[in-house]
């Protein structure tokens, strides 16, 4: 935990007890059901945690606040997130029931009362939100069409409504086809690690 906690050294004892139990809970779920390669685990702190949490970086949530992760795999970044909020209420949303049960598991075993679990695709859901958070689940123009319906305009953070995206690479043409202003904010401005390098968030406001 120690790139986690050189970052964000005021977690609470609470927050800190709950990020340390993290890693064990998702070896022990990933020897059953496969969410996260080996090799991640190995690094787990580094490229889930940490890169889930430059969202945070970004956009501090405000009580309250709705966030859909759209995609979520075994919950990120929505479970570091609902760590690092407690007072925000996320909805991580696949369509991949195994990988639900995960989400729902380990939510469960950190005390996590802000995280629901859902099994569906993003555009069947009745809810509302504030932002949607994802990690490279598709190509952008794809991702504005299953989150914009879902969206309210408004401002429950730092930045106004809207999406925040994790995603790496050459970002300039698939981000113009989305016809939508973005922002782009440089991880490794945040965090000095090697693996950042590449790594952005991308933001619109809705």
């Not at 800190?16 to 022990?28: C, I, K, N, P, V």
């Not at 949490?53 to 501090?60: K, N, S, T």
């Not at 790496?168 to 390098?197: M, N, P």
Request: charged share 25%; net charge positive; proline share 3%.
């Amino acid at each position: 935990m120690e790139e986690l906690l050189k970052y964000f050294p005021e977690l609470t004892d609470l927050q800190r007890e709950r990020f340390a139990a993290m890693q064990g809970l998702y070896s022990e779920w990933n020897s059953r059901i496969n969410v996260i390669s080996r090799k991640d685990m190995d690094n787990f702190y580094l490229h889930h945690v940490l890169h889930s949490l430059a969202i945070a970086r970004v956009c501090r949530f405000d009580r309250g606040a709705r966030v859909v992760d759209v995609g979520c795999g075994g919950g990120f970044p929505s479970v570091p997130l609902a760590v690092l909020f407690p007072d925000v209420r996320f909805t991580a949303v696949d369509s991949i029931g195994k990988k639900i049960t995960v989400v729902k598991e380990v939510s469960r075993a950190l005390g996590l009362t802000n995280v629901e679990a859902v099994n569906a695709r993003v555009e069947q859901l009745p809810a509302r939100f504030d932002y949607a958070v994802s990690r490279a689940v598709t190509d952008m123009r794809t991702f504005v069409g299953w989150v914009w319906p879902r969206l309210e305009k408004g401002s429950c953070g730092s930045l106004p409504n809207g999406i925040l995206y994790l995603k790496g690479g050459d970002l300039a043409e698939e981000l113009a086809l989305t016809g939508r202003r973005w922002r782009i904010f440089d991880i490794s401005e945040f965090f000095g690690e090697e693996f950042f390098a590449s790594k952005r968030v991308v933001y619109t406001s809705r």
